[in-house]
């Protein structure tokens, strides 16, 4: 069956350090995108992707990076770690916009 | 910009009682409008949408009806159950972003109790 997978699903990690989320999708969906979510603010938006080579700046990107070389995947890296960024973080995909986005488990990054 | 509110939660219930979550929007456009459900230590799934105004979304028992006049998209359910017991998020989707990027409201947390 088609899924969206994420790894790893648990990191701790120190402030400073170059920390990256993997994200890898078997749908061949286009659109691939990248949430937070943290206590009272729902889900925030890092980055998304409509294709191959395109990548683009949510609401909350910054300290954070990402690449899309193949339909498949699209990897989250923070640059060096804050502990403003410890949260849960969930990968997305869809196929168009006509269409829901299906959610990743999501990883829980810790940065101490 | 766009945005959703949704009822802060906890709320809690007793098995078999009447749900409603409200959710309100603003969006300058015509969004699609979307109900997801979160169970413990899982991801987001979809549990309802709707494209367009006085269009009612139903899954599982559970019912929204997108009111353009109240600019509103509440969660029903009849009688709930302990399985139910999950984060509801409310979302928006504006059709004029090709990409479908979604705009969620904080997330209202359900206990149903036995």
């Known amino acids: 069956d088609a899924e969206i997978t994420q790894s790893p699903r648990h990191k701790i990690t120190e402030t400073g350090r170059q920390v990256t989320l993997a994200c890898h999708q078997t749908w061949n969906h286009n659109n691939m995108f990248w949430y937070r979510q943290d206590l009272g603010h729902g889900l925030r938006l890092i980055h998304y992707s409509y294709g191959v080579q395109d990548t683009n700046k949510g609401e909350v990107s910054d300290g954070y990076s990402v690449s899309r070389s193949n339909t498949e995947d699209l990897p989250l890296t923070l640059e060096s770690a804050a502990s403003s960024q410890t949260s849960v973080y969930f990968c997305?995909?869809?196929?168009?916009?006509?269409?829901?986005?299906?959610f990743g488990p999501g990883t829980r990054l810790t940065v101490t | 910009g766009n945005s959703v509110t949704q009822m802060e939660g906890p709320v809690t219930l007793s098995e078999e009682a009447f749900l409603t979550i409200n959710c309100t929007y603003t969006a300058t456009g015509y969004p699609s409008l979307f109900w997801y459900v979160q169970y413990p230590g899982e991801g987001l799934q979809l549990l309802l949408k709707a494209t367009k105004a006085d269009d009612k979304g139903s899954n599982k028992g559970f019912e929204a009806t997108y009111r353009k006049e109240t600019t509103s998209f509440h969660l029903e359910k009849g009688s709930v159950q302990v399985s139910d017991s999950a984060v509801y998020f409310c979302?928006?989707?504006?059709?004029?972003?090709?990409?479908?990027?979604?705009?969620f409201g904080g997330g209202t947390r359900l206990m149903v109790k036995p």
């Open positions: 997305a995909s869809s196929v168009d916009s006509r269409y829901e986005q299906y």
């Open positions: 979302a928006l989707s504006d059709k004029r972003n090709a990409g479908n990027m979604l705009t």
